[in-house]
């Protein structure tokens, strides 16, 4: 073969392997699932370290923590990567990706998953929306190396293994862009009536989960390292005796790891919450809920020191930002007859 | 390591990659290591077996090649033959055997509870050791020398494309290439981009036909066998026929993989299906089906035994002797038993209606060569063997039969309830127009290769196909298959 030849030939093969791998991604962009793919991508539309703080945890945080009504309020600039079922070793190798592209000055951790039966990780959906939504980098590598077994890691590693088969229920929101413009909270327009629950005893702990546990004292030791301040947080839920008594025992390993915690579940009727109006389910807040705990959480960091951003050049586009997701949230709300708060 | 696993994706480049790398007379261990590594990924401790049954038919032969007396020669042969399938008879045969051999004693009044062993079939026992049984045969007829080299030889055997499921090779196909010095094909053929290329297009045709139709229709033929008595006829002719394109599919897919993976390397194995469903008599069908076991059967066992040279009864008894042993080869069962011995009543009964089916034919005046007559044939053809299929899928002869006497009885048109069978529409739908592929496929290779039409076609085009067969693939093969939508219930942000 002559030298040409062989170079046309090469060409061709780097050619023809270029459009593949492009084929591919479209392929595998097209049949994901993308369920609150936005709660995680809305991080990477974020100029680098440009956030003070960001959210990571399960539903209850991704469901109760409104970073633009934080703003809206208190000027934070904020991010939730929340997700549905986000285990405590996903939260940990989310809050490495959060500080790889952010470098924030505060994580704040959902407690929630602390108590979780203990497992690596809640459901294959669950850690799909956690990790599939990461962006090709170290924390996503290690985390799918680190938490999953070799059968298990095909499926993150080639997402389109996982997904082939959503061909059949291929939709018109497929071919949509991803919503991204809550930056990253999910909001819920329904209401479920409960009655209140009755609370526990302050010194009533329950034991929490060793696995979770564990990635928890490692992400510790990530953000003494990092230089990152670690704060913990219970969104309001319909608690059990049990659930209470696992809140509080958050409360003993903060403090023996000299950590801040708010555990809102001893703080209902300070923040005005209302078991008949403010909840989706027993487990999550709707958006009146959450628009309760976001602002109590919000006077929170705002105490800690979390600078107030409004009026910087370099977040001029967040009052947009958040005009405009208000008037999506207001609007979505009257149209699914949610008797939305007054948005201050 | 299956084929189509993750785990082949990476082995096979690593492995060729280094094939072409390493100094020639590195090829031939290197490969044998491979396959050995191969073979251990399926069945570690049965890797012993295959050891054994090397050294043992390697031996023999040698034994054999030394002799000139005839005598001699065929003692040591007869002797290698049967330590060689000794393994055969115990891991697949004893169990078979034993209750056989209870069940005929209790038919004359004797209760006699045989030993049942608890056995796993070594995979690619009945591959390699018929593989050795015809490399014997051929020594001692003088078709080839013994082989030497006891490396060479142990590849020849375990040579990982075709170890699990054949090819079944021959000594003057495969094991001729390997010890040829020079040329096209063999261990010292230099790495040939046309060849890889041809290679990997049959290895994407093979997946293509495994896990796109095969393990779809596998779905539905798993649902309805189990319980056919659940099921109207039209269900279970669908089953029926779904299973016929199921086998192939499987069975053909794999071999077109193994085909192509060992023209990548540089060897040619024996074609084993040359579109079989468009064949138009039972006979023809198995000159197109498994043809590396068929020819093995023609060759070892149905010529020695006197094939058609000595009339038409002895050719008949010959004929069923052959097939009810190829259906004991498929599966130690009395229904692969009574699949095989179908099919050689198949041949006979057309032999005996020969007469009858010409005088009909002239009578009506039908044109032989007409198409539509061929088509009818061939239909008539799919048919036959698709209630022979039957046996071969079915738990036990009595289930086959169950089967096919309610799919007589209990016919409809009514397609109602057909999604109800493990595929909904969609996936019938796709299923559909992936064997339209197919039918197309082979109506083309019927008159030429594919692959050279296919190689033919300006870059683009070329380019197309090659897009088109990796994505359906990807997208509509059956594999995976994590993916529960009902872990996704969550919707979007509003």
Same mark, same amino acid.
């Given at each position: 073969?002559?030298?040409?030849?062989?170079?046309?030939?090469?060409?061709?093969?780097?050619?023809?392997?270029?459009?593949?791998?492009?084929?591919?991604?479209?392929?595998?962009?097209? &049949?994901?699932?993308?369920?609150?793919?936005? $709660?995680?991508?809305?991080?990477?539309?974020?100029?680098?370290?440009?956030?003070?703080?960001?959210?990571?945890?399960?539903?209850?945080?991704?469901?109760?923590?409104?970073?633009?009504?934080?703003?809206?309020?208190?000027?934070?600039?904020?991010?939730?990567?929340?997700? +549905?079922?986000?285990?405590?070793?996903?939260?940990? @190798?989310?809050?490495?990706?959060?500080?790889?592209?952010?470098?924030?000055?505060?994580?704040?951790?959902?407690?929630?998953?602390?108590?979780?039966?203990?497992?690596?990780?809640?459901?294959?959906?669950?850690?799909?929306?956690?990790?599939?939504?990461?962006?090709?980098?170290?924390?996503?590598?290690?985390?799918?190396?680190?938490?999953?077994?070799?059968?298990?890691?095909?499926?993150?590693?080639?997402?389109?293994?996982?997904?082939?088969?959503?061909?059949?229920?291929?939709?018109?929101?497929?071919? $949509?862009?991803?919503?991204?413009?809550?930056?990253?909270?999910?909001?819920?327009?329904?209401?479920?009536? @409960?009655?209140?629950?009755?609370?526990?005893?302050?010194?009533?702990?329950?034991?929490?989960?060793?696995? %979770?546990?564990?990635?928890?004292?490692?992400?510790?030791?990530?953000?003494?390292?990092?230089?990152?301040?670690?704060?913990?947080?219970?969104?309001?839920?319909?608690?059990?005796?049990?659930?209470?008594?696992?809140?509080?025992?958050?409360?003993?390993?903060?403090?023996?790891?000299?950590?801040?915690?708010?555990?809102?579940?001893?703080?209902?009727?300070?923040?005005?919450?209302?078991?008949?109006?403010?909840?989706?389910?027993?487990?999550?807040?709707?958006?009146?809920?959450?628009?309760?705990?976001?602002?109590?959480?919000?006077?929170?960091?705002?105490?800690?020191?979390?600078?107030?951003?409004?009026?910087?050049?370099?977040?001029?586009?967040?009052?947009?930002?958040?005009?405009?997701?208000?008037?999506?949230?207001?609007?979505?709300?009257?149209?699914?007859?949610?008797?939305?708060?007054?948005?201050? | 390591?299956?084929? +189509?696993?993750?785990?082949?994706?990476?082995?096979?480049?690593?492995?060729?990659?280094?094939?072409?790398?390493?100094?020639?007379?590195?090829?031939?261990?290197?490969? &044998?290591? $491979?396959?050995?590594?191969?073979?251990?990924?399926?069945?570690?401790?049965?890797?012993?077996?295959?050891?054994?049954?090397?050294?043992?038919?390697?031996?023999? $032969?040698?034994?054999?090649?030394?002799?000139?007396?005839?005598?001699?020669?065929?003692?040591?042969?007869?002797?290698?033959?049967?330590?060689?399938?000794?393994?055969?008879?115990?891991?697949? @045969?004893?169990?078979? %055997?034993?209750?056989?051999?209870?069940?005929?004693?209790?038919?004359?009044?004797?209760?006699?509870?045989?030993?049942?062993?608890? /056995?796993?079939?070594?995979?690619?026992?009945?591959?390699?050791?018929?593989?050795?049984?015809?490399?014997?045969?051929?020594?001692?007829?003088?078709?080839?020398?013994?082989?030497?080299?006891?490396?060479?030889?142990?590849?020849? /055997?375990?040579?990982?494309?075709?170890?699990?499921?054949?090819?079944?090779?021959?000594?003057?196909?495969?094991?001729?290439?390997?010890?040829?010095?020079?040329?096209?094909?063999?261990?010292?053929?230099?790495?040939?981009?046309?060849?890889?290329?041809?290679?990997?297009?049959?290895?994407?045709?093979?997946?293509?036909?495994?896990?796109?139709?095969?393990?779809?229709?596998?779905?539905?033929?798993?649902?309805? #066998?189990?319980?056919?008595?659940? @099921?109207?006829?039209?269900?279970?002719?669908?089953?029926?026929?779904?299973?016929?394109?199921?086998?192939?599919?499987?069975?053909?897919?794999?071999?077109?993989?193994?085909?192509?993976?060992?023209?990548?390397?540089?060897?040619?194995?024996?074609?084993?299906?040359?579109?079989?469903?468009?064949?138009?008599?039972?006979?023809?069908?198995?000159?197109?089906?498994?043809?590396?076991?068929?020819?093995?059967?023609?060759?070892?066992?149905?010529?020695?035994?006197?094939?058609?040279?000595?009339?038409?009864?002895?050719?008949?008894?010959?004929?069923?002797?052959? #097939?009810?042993?190829?259906?004991?080869?498929?599966?130690?069962?009395?229904?692969?038993?009574?699949?095989?011995?179908?099919?050689?009543?198949?041949?006979?009964?057309?032999?005996?209606?020969?007469?009858?089916?010409?005088?009909?034919?002239?009578?009506?005046?039908?044109?032989?060569?007409?198409?539509?007559?061929?088509?009818?044939?061939?239909?008539?053809?799919?048919?036959?063997?698709?209630? %022979?299929?039957?046996?071969?899928?079915?738990?036990?002869?009595?289930?086959?039969?169950?089967?096919?006497?309610?799919?007589?009885? +209990?016919?409809?048109?009514?397609?109602?309830?057909?999604?109800?069978?493990?595929?909904?529409?969609?996936?019938?739908?796709?299923?559909?127009?992936?064997?339209?592929?197919?039918?197309?496929?082979?109506?083309?290779?019927?008159?030429?290769?594919?692959?050279?039409?296919? &190689?033919? /076609?300006?870059?683009?085009?070329?380019?197309?196909?090659?897009? &088109?067969?990796?994505?359906?693939?990807?997208?509509?093969?059956?594999?995976?298959?994590?993916?529960?939508?009902?872990?996704?219930?969550?919707?979007?942000?509003?």
């Amino acid at each position: 073969m002559t030298k040409r030849r062989a170079l046309r030939r090469l060409l061709a093969a780097v050619c023809f392997c270029a459009l593949f791998c492009a084929l591919f991604a479209g392929a595998t962009q097209l &049949l994901r699932n993308k369920d609150s793919a936005g $709660a995680i991508l809305s991080l990477y539309e974020e100029p680098r370290d440009s956030l003070d703080v960001i959210f990571i945890g399960s539903s209850h945080i991704l469901n109760g923590a409104f970073p633009l009504e934080l703003w809206h309020e208190y000027g934070i600039a904020s991010n939730n990567l929340g997700q +549905h079922g986000q285990s405590i070793p996903i939260s940990y @190798y989310m809050a490495q990706e959060a500080i790889r592209t952010q470098h924030p000055d505060l994580i704040v951790l959902d407690a929630y998953m602390l108590y979780y039966p203990d497992l690596i990780y809640e459901g294959d959906g669950n850690s799909h929306k956690s990790i599939d939504n990461m962006a090709w980098a170290a924390p996503k590598l290690r985390a799918i190396f680190d938490l999953f077994t070799w059968e298990d890691r095909w499926d993150y590693l080639v997402p389109l293994s996982f997904y082939h088969t959503r061909w059949k229920e291929l939709s018109a929101e497929d071919f $949509a862009p991803i919503d991204t413009t809550g930056k990253g909270c999910e909001v819920r327009l329904e209401t479920t009536a @409960y009655d209140p629950v009755e609370p526990v005893d302050p010194d009533y702990a329950q034991p929490l989960s060793e696995t %979770a546990l564990e990635y928890f004292d490692r992400l510790v030791e990530l953000c003494r390292t990092e230089g990152v301040e670690l704060v913990l947080v219970c969104a309001p839920f319909l608690a059990t005796a049990e659930q209470q008594g696992q809140m509080n025992a958050v409360g003993e390993v903060a403090q023996a790891y000299g950590l801040t915690y708010w555990n809102f579940l001893t703080r209902l009727e300070e923040i005005g919450f209302d078991p008949e109006t403010d909840l989706y389910d027993y487990s999550h807040l709707n958006a009146n809920g959450a628009l309760k705990f976001t602002r109590a959480l919000g006077a929170e960091l705002a105490a800690l020191g979390v600078p107030d951003r409004r009026g910087e050049a370099a977040y001029a586009g967040w009052d947009e930002d958040c005009a405009r997701w208000r008037e999506e949230l207001t609007a979505a709300a009257e149209a699914a007859d949610f008797p939305l708060l007054e948005l201050k | 390591m299956a084929f +189509h696993s993750p785990q082949f994706l990476i082995f096979f480049p690593v492995v060729t990659l280094a094939y072409f790398l390493v100094p020639q007379r590195g090829r031939c261990a290197w490969l &044998l290591a $491979a396959s050995y590594f191969f073979y251990l990924c399926w069945n570690p401790e049965y890797v012993v077996l295959l050891l054994l049954v090397t050294a043992v038919s390697y031996a023999a $032969a040698l034994l054999t090649d030394r002799r000139q007396d005839r005598r001699w020669r065929r003692g040591w042969t007869a002797a290698g033959i049967a330590a060689t399938l000794a393994g055969l008879f115990f891991f697949k @045969y004893f169990n078979f %055997a034993a209750d056989t051999a209870a069940a005929v004693l209790s038919w004359v009044g004797i209760t006699a509870a045989g030993p049942h062993l608890d /056995l796993v079939l070594p995979l690619g026992l009945s591959f390699y050791t018929f593989q050795a049984v015809g490399y014997l045969a051929d020594v001692c007829g003088g078709k080839t020398a013994a082989e030497g080299n006891f490396l060479r030889y142990a590849l020849f /055997l375990s040579f990982f494309p075709k170890l699990v499921s054949g090819p079944i090779d021959r000594s003057d196909g495969l094991l001729a290439q390997m010890r040829e010095g020079q040329g096209e094909w063999g261990l010292n053929a230099p790495f040939d981009f046309d060849r890889m290329r041809r290679g990997l297009l049959l290895m994407v045709w093979g997946m293509f036909l495994k896990l796109v139709i095969a393990d779809r229709l596998a779905i539905l033929v798993d649902t309805v #066998f189990p319980s056919y008595w659940e @099921y109207g006829g039209v269900h279970l002719a669908a089953a029926a026929v779904s299973f016929s394109l199921q086998i192939y599919c499987d069975f053909g897919g794999y071999s077109a993989i193994a085909i192509g993976a060992a023209q990548i390397l540089g060897f040619r194995l024996m074609d084993n299906f040359r579109q079989p469903y468009l064949s138009l008599s039972i006979r023809e069908f198995w000159r197109r089906w498994h043809i590396s076991l068929s020819s093995w059967f023609r060759d070892y066992l149905y010529i020695p035994l006197g094939g058609s040279r000595k009339g038409r009864g002895r050719t008949w008894v010959n004929l069923m002797v052959t #097939f009810l042993v190829s259906g004991l080869w498929h599966g130690a069962s009395w229904n692969f038993v009574a699949w095989g011995g179908l099919h050689g009543l198949y041949q006979i009964a057309g032999d005996l209606l020969r007469p009858a089916r010409d005088r009909v034919c002239a009578a009506l005046r039908i044109r032989r060569e007409a198409l539509p007559w061929k088509i009818v044939r061939g239909l008539w053809t799919f048919a036959l063997v698709t209630v %022979a299929w039957v046996f071969f899928r079915a738990e036990s002869t009595a289930q086959a039969v169950g089967f096919l006497a309610r799919m007589a009885t +209990h016919l409809s048109l009514s397609l109602d309830g057909i999604t109800g069978l493990g595929l909904d529409w969609k996936d019938l739908l796709a299923a559909g127009a992936a064997v339209l592929v197919l039918l197309i496929a082979d109506l083309l290779g019927q008159k030429g290769s594919v692959r050279d039409r296919i &190689l033919a /076609l300006p870059l683009p085009a070329r380019w197309a196909v090659y897009y &088109l067969a990796v994505f359906s693939i990807l997208i509509f093969g059956i594999y995976g298959g994590n993916y529960d939508p009902s872990q996704f219930i969550y919707g979007n942000q509003f």
